[in-house]
């Protein structure tokens, strides 16, 4: 995923617009439990207005995590924003370090690892397969979502809720 700036460089261009589709890779997501199910589609431009080049973008791709609650693997799709600077190792001590930046000493610069980072930053910490995931029971460890365990209907008997007020009148009076 390789940027050429040469023709900003030489100020032949004002603007450059790249895109990729490219296979992200998954040992970074790896201590995560997760993988790409599709590749990484990039589209980025890159400006030169001033000593540094500026560029920005949009990344989208699906990952497959897995869920916190239920430990079920499902697909989660990102599509996030990004911008960054470029910076030529020779002036790097110029740039104040308060933003993302590449450093780079050719024209062509790889920015898949910096791509790479933008949708591991996307990632929630804790990342369920649906926003009402039941999860699985503490008790016997079924998965809630697909079925109903015993440990569970137990519970939330009516009968025992009945018992628990009759107890609970007589300690009152
Ligand atoms: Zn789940
Ligand atoms: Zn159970």
Avoid at 76 to 105: C, K, M, W
Avoid at 131 to 148: I, M, Y
Wanted: hydrophobic share 35%.
């Amino acid at each position: 995923m390789k940027i050429d700036l040469e023709l900003l460089r030489l100020g032949i261009r004002d603007s450059l617009e790249f895109h990729f589709d490219n296979q992200g890779k998954d040992e970074y997501l790896k201590e995560l439990g997760g993988k790409y199910r599709e590749n990484l589609r990039v589209d980025v431009q890159v400006e030169k207005p001033g000593r540094f080049y500026l560029a920005w973008g949009q990344v989208s791709t699906v990952l497959e995590l897995q869920c916190s609650r239920c430990l079920e693997r499902f697909s989660y799709s990102i599509n996030a924003g990004f911008h960054f600077n470029l910076v030529e190792s020779q002036r790097q001590e110029e740039f104040t370090p308060d933003e993302d930046v590449i450093v780079f000493d050719h024209d062509e610069v790889e920015i898949q690892p910096f791509i790479e980072q933008v949708v591991f930053t996307e990632i929630p910490f804790a990342p369920v397969c649906m926003v009402d995931c039941k999860g699985l029971c503490p008790q016997c460890g079924t998965n809630q979502n697909l079925s109903e365990c015993h440990c569970q209907q137990e519970i939330t008997d009516p009968r025992w809720e009945k018992l628990k007020e009759l107890k609970f009148g007589k300690e009152v009076k």
